[in-house]
């Protein structure tokens, strides 16, 4: 089974609202540019990696562990290491140039670890 693309920008929209969130109050980030550059990338990052998944018709990265409490996929794990990159790439180049590499990551392991729990947990 393959997800549809309504749950895929549900799922995006979600990602988008909660990156943000997680970095002003998990990290203190203050910077508009880089709450909303994190959060487009983040976001965009959920549609480009499930928009592979459904043209290849990968159906098999859906399947759920078996861990009630942590029903992680393939196909979650991917979205969280795809906003991890694209957020890592935007902050690197673009929201955070004068900060250093070790922040930059810091960002964008939050916008992944939270687009992969949205991912797990809400839809």
């Given amino acids: 089974m393959v997800i ?3 749950t895929v920008l549900y799922g995006a929209a979600l990602t988008a609202l909660f990156v943000p969130i997680a970095l002003r109050f998990g990290l203190g980030e203050r910077e508009g540019i880089v709450l909303i550059s994190s959060a487009l990338a983040a976001g965009l990052a959920a549609i480009g ?5 459904i043209d290849a018709g990968a159906g098999g990265f859906f399947v759920d562990a078996p861990i009630a ?3 992680a996929s393939w ?3 991917g979205t969280g290491v795809w906003a991890f990159a694209a957020t890592a ?3 690197g180049v673009i929201a955070t140039p004068g900060r250093s590499a ?3 990551t810091r960002l ?3 916008a992944g670890l939270v687009a992969f729990l949205v991912d ?3 839809y």
Avoid: H, K, M, R
């Fill in 75 to 77: 196909q979650d794990t």
């Fill in 69 to 71: 409490v942590f029903p």
């Fill in 120 to 122: 797990i947990y809400l």
């Fill in 4 to 6: 549809e693309w309504g």
């Fill in 49 to 53: 990696w499930n928009a592979v998944l």
């Fill in 89 to 91: 790439a935007v902050c």
């Fill in 102 to 104: 070790a922040q930059a």
């Fill in 108 to 110: 964008a392991a939050v």
